[in-house]
């Protein structure tokens, strides 16, 4: 990958103006676009969906499947360096791409990231320098795999190699038998079974590494998640232990550094207790894109994971990120549009607008919809960003939200 910058609001050689490009069309892929616009260069987005949320409102809006050639072409000849906003984006169409442009993050770190079994073994090497290992696990990818699954992963939770994302292609099992079945439901796919561990919370940490090997770091998010799906995060001091936080960065950086990583990574951690009964760190997952959970630097940091991203595929200097704020992210699923006034109704099947105007009546809070055209149970819509001048005023503001969207308390 180039190390030359390329110049917000410059041109290119042919008189374009400079532009960075996107493979998905999705939320992520919608604040890359605002991002990018706001520093002054012009985008364009490859995803087929025509309504989608980054399409909608990018310069170039290229409406083709990840895979096509001639839409790879053309993404080619209006950009100057393109990223991607999702993990599961064809990595030979990275491949491609890569031939001909700067790519970030690349196709190699894509595949890492599709693949459990592969991100599974990057972890294991990274282990002596990084100091924390993943939960004890085993592939399953055949019979005799299956039958060579050692007792002591029991109980523990099957997980897909590939395409699962938000709680998806995960089951748990605590026998031999369960775990048969499991993989039989699953469709015998390559799986990877995980032993399940004491869990006390989850945390997660985002890095941005530039082509040069520069990397920066935003604060340790501590995590809720629900059925599966983030609910909440939490970045104030306090939210996680300081020395957990700290081995989490330190982790999160020997990663990137491993996978020789460019752009915007996000890593996922357990907490959980180890065998002196102390609290300590699993690494679970890492998605090679800015993440849910990093969503409240957009209001609490002076740069946030968008921009960072725009940074590192630009070539940009990277400055350490500051917060400003204590924060506490709420994510906002299309459920809330079929329970009005935090009334759950199994009965209403038309979608009724939360009560923005009582949230928003509250100071600090900060309102992102994704401009998806229908909202259904389980889609991300939006998140509200909620900063606050100490930690006791955002939890109590947050405590407010979460009464008025009708959502479980803090």
Known sequence: MSLKPILPGSTSATGQQMTLGVMGGGQLGRMFVQAAQAMGYFTAVLDPDPASPAGLISHFHIQTPFDDEQGL???????????????????????????????APSAVCVAVAQDRVLEKARFVKCAPVSGVSPA??????????LAAVPDDLLPGILKTARLGYDGKGQVRVSTREALAQAWADLGRVTCVIEKLLPLQAECSVIVARGANGQRVSFPVQANTHRDGILALTEVYEGAV????????VASTLAIAD?????GVLCVEYFIVQNAAGEPDLIVNEMAPRPHNSGHYTQNAC?????????????????????QHSPAIMINLLGDLWFEPN??????????VSPPWDQVLALPGTHLHQYGKLSPRPGRKMG?????APNVEQVRATARQV????GLPAL
């Open 73 to 103: 072409a053309q993404l080619m000849q209006r950009c100057e360096a393109i990223t991607t906003e999702f993990e599961n984006v064809p990595a030979p169409a990275l491949v491609t791409l890569g031939a001909h442009r700067p790519v």
């Open 241 to 248: 232990p300081p020395a957990l936080a700290e081995r989490a």
């Open 342 to 351: 935090g009334v759950r109704s199994q009965q209403s099947e038309r979608p």
């Open 258 to 262: 491993e996978l020789n990583y460019v």
């Open 302 to 322: 002076d740069l946030s994971q968008f921009e960072a991203q725009v940074r590192t595929l630009a070539g940009l200097p990277l400055p350490t990120p500051r």
């Open 383 to 387: 998140h509200l960003n909620i900063t």
């Open 136 to 145: 004890p696990h085993a592939v399953v990818d055949s019979v005799d795999s």
């Open 402 to 405: 979460l009464a008025l969207l």
